[in-house]
């Protein structure tokens, strides 16, 4: 493929091991952790369709490596749940912090008392309710097994879905030499950007003074 040859050849030597790598590991970080808040999940799973459209196992991999990203998220959600259950009813919060707020936990709180099992498969296509949400239900003690189907479930409808539409759109964009290697580059620098610039402003967040907020 001319992709192969040309200027992304390192990345498709790596091949599907290191998309595989990327992927597993940012969903279950953007499940699970704080520092998920700060992670570009959304478009690095649309990219990493479009990488596996331009290999030459890359249909294989991608179904894999669906079921792979989903199994990430559902365990992402359940260590989130674990860290929020344990605080007990307390959370902390940054005060003067742009995400980790009094207010943002107090509105994803609000969400699933008003919608319990719904609000958790919302929860999925909202990326800085997706991290929350685990650790706000873990500390509001909501029912487990409840919890869990709801996360499996919004789990399978969240990273594969993106993935196969990457995948399906890199397809397409394969049947023009120029458009797959313009689009895959911008995609790839924004991602790369995004990253860094996520994990600076989650440090920052991290370092400003800390406030308690008490889930009800």
Not at 26 to 41: H, S, T, Y
Request: glycine residues 10%.
């Amino acid at each position: 493929m001319t992709l192969a040859s040309g200027t992304f050849e390192p990345l498709m030597t790596a091949g599907p091991v290191l998309v595989w790598f990327i992927v597993v590991t940012f969903v279950f970080l953007e499940c699970a952790f704080i520092i998920g808040l700060f992670l570009p999940g959304d478009s690095m799973l649309l990219t990493a369709g479009i990488v596996l459209a331009a290999h030459s196992s890359g249909a294989t991999h991608v179904w894999a490596l669906a079921g792979s990203a989903a199994v990430a998220a559902i365990a992402g959600n359940q260590v989130g749940y674990a860290i929020g259950h344990r605080t007990g009813h307390r959370l902390i919060a940054r005060r003067g912090g742009r995400y980790v707020t009094v207010e943002h936990l107090h509105k994803v709180n609000a969400l699933l008392d008003r919608h319990g099992f719904w609000s958790i498969l919302i929860a999925r296509w909202i990326p800085w309710v997706r991290t929350l949400c685990p650790l706000v239900a873990g500390a509001a003690g909501m029912n487990h097994r409840t919890y869990t189907v709801a996360s499996t479930l919004g789990a399978l409808a969240w990273a594969p879905v993106l993935l196969l539409l990457g995948f399906y759109a890199g397809e397409f964009l394969e049947r023009v030499s120029w458009l797959m290697p313009a689009v895959l580059g911008a995609m790839v620098v924004a991602l790369a950007v995004g990253t860094v610039i996520g994990v600076r402003q989650y440090r920052q967040e991290m370092a400003r003074p800390a406030e308690d907020y008490t889930v009800e």
